[in-house]
């Protein structure tokens, strides 16, 4: 590797690891469960309504499949650093609250090893938890009540490696390891005579495995389809409980205790993507993917689990022409719409979303620069407690470079 591969390979390292890698969501639902889900997709996947599972990945690191690594140019290894913004406003029968946050969202990498060979590496902030919550809990055998706050932070990530093979021109498997690890903090305190507050900190350490395919068929030089499919396994997460109580900040007892696995898992998961091609301008995909939280248990909240169903669109125009006289004629517009029915309950309320979606690829020599914009609804239901709104910008920049590359002598 040489001196300038080196710097390059340094500098995306050293923006990941002095960053914070808990995503912040700012969201009362992100109480539930393990915390909310971030998006840490490139933001090419993003706009096109978060599909990617039959998206073919030339330039860039599609996450959403890791048979896609087989479509890696000539330039063998790609860099990919992704950061996000988000405005959330947040509204109930009590008023609205407006939150701004940012973060790094994701760091990969991919190296062609052999010809039809291909590992990637990545690091991604699965979850977070970051919220504050006043409200107020009933005294027992009186009508008064006793002012409680909720407060929680931190939050799930995860290493992972992954290995594709080309077995054809056409038809491409991909596998990932994932080592999820993280801790969830949460805080209530409540006043009464005296302050009472407790404190509970779960650490979370377990793998899961995800395999990928993708299929390519051309049919005439005006139509390319391709099909994908993915299957993410259920992951049993080992749990570390510790809870402190701590009476008008004076006296604090501490006890440690073990969940059983069963109790804290990631839910199985499979789905399948179609990608369309017409006439080397227009490509449209279609996602779809399920998550059995149904068969989920979290003995931490008490929200109630349900099977969940993901379906996004996208609409990608590419440029007309294969030479540029200047760069705004190389620009790649997308459009995307994502549907996410939720996956838990709250007092008997399904909590879904829906986003809008838009997005730019920007080509820079050997830098690809994706950027997009989303406007997303948290709680489409009538009767639902919070909703949430929010305006998300989000920004990836893959690096393509050669490594290894033979020099020759004339």
């Known amino acids: 590797m040489n001196k300038k591969n080196k710097t390059t390979a340094g500098i995306l390292f050293s923006c990941i690891f ?33 599909t990617g599972i039959a998206l073919e990945a030339p330039d860039y690191i599609n996450s959403k499949n890791q048979a896609s690594m087989t479509d890696l140019s000539s330039r063998n ?37 052999s010809r039809k060979a291909f590992i990637g590496i990545s690091m991604q902030p699965t979850t977070s938890s ?23 932070s931190g939050g799930l990530s995860k290493w992972g490696i992954s290995l594709a093979y080309k077995i054809n021109d056409n038809w ?44 390519k068929k051309e049919f005439g030089d005006n139509f390319k389809l391709t099909l994908g499919g993915i299957v993410n396994f259920g992951s049993k997460l080992v749990s570390k409980r510790e809870v402190s109580y701590t009476e008008d900040k004076d006296y604090t007892n501490t006890v440690t205790s073990g969940l059983s696995s ?18 080397e301008k227009y490509r449209m995909t279609f996602d779809f993917r399920q998550s059995n939280w149904d068969k989920v248990k979290n003995t931490e909240t008490s929200e109630q689990y349900y099977r969940q169903n993901v379906y996004g669109l996208g609409l990608e125009i590419l440029p007309a022409k294969k030479r540029f006289e200047k760069l705004s004629e190389a620009f790649v517009y997308r459009f995307g719409v994502n549907y996410d029915t939720g996956y838990y309950k709250i007092n008997k309320v399904k909590i879904d979303k829906l986003e809008f979606t838009a997005g730019l690829g920007i080509p820079l ?15 489409l239901q009538q009767n639902v407690s919070i909703k ?11 690096v393509l470079d050669t490594w290894f590359k033979k020099k020759y002598i004339d």
């Open 18 to 50: 002095t960053s914070v890698m808990y995503a912040q969501n700012s969201s009362p639902y992100s109480y539930f469960g393990i915390g909310g889900f971030n998006n840490v997709d490139d933001a090419r996947n993003i706009a096109l309504g978060n």
């Open 262 to 279: 069963r109790d804290s898992s990631l839910p199985f998961e499979m789905g399948a993507g179609v990608g369309i091609l017409a006439k």
């Open 77 to 113: 290894v790609v860099f990919n650093v992704s950061g996000i913004l988000k405005y959330n406003t947040i509204s109930s029968n009590l008023g609205s609250d407006n939150r701004l946050n940012s973060n790094f969202t994701n760091f990969s990498a991919v190296l062609r090893i």
């Open 365 to 379: 020599n050997r830098v690809n620069l994706n950027v997009s914009y989303g406007y997303g609804i948290h709680g």
């Open 130 to 152: 970051d919220y504050k919550i006043s409200s107020t809990i009933p005294i027992e055998g009186t009508v008064s009540e006793y002012p409680v706050t909720y407060e929680g």
């Open 172 to 215: 491409s498997l991909g596998g990932k390891v994932n080592n999820n690890f993280g801790t969830i903090y949460r805080k209530e305190t409540i006043s009464t005579t005296t302050e009472v507050e407790i404190n509970r900190s779960v650490r979370y350490t377990g793998f899961s495995y995800n395999l990928g395919t993708q299929y």
């Open 388 to 398: 949430e709104n929010y305006h998300m910008l989000s920004i990836s920049m893959n």
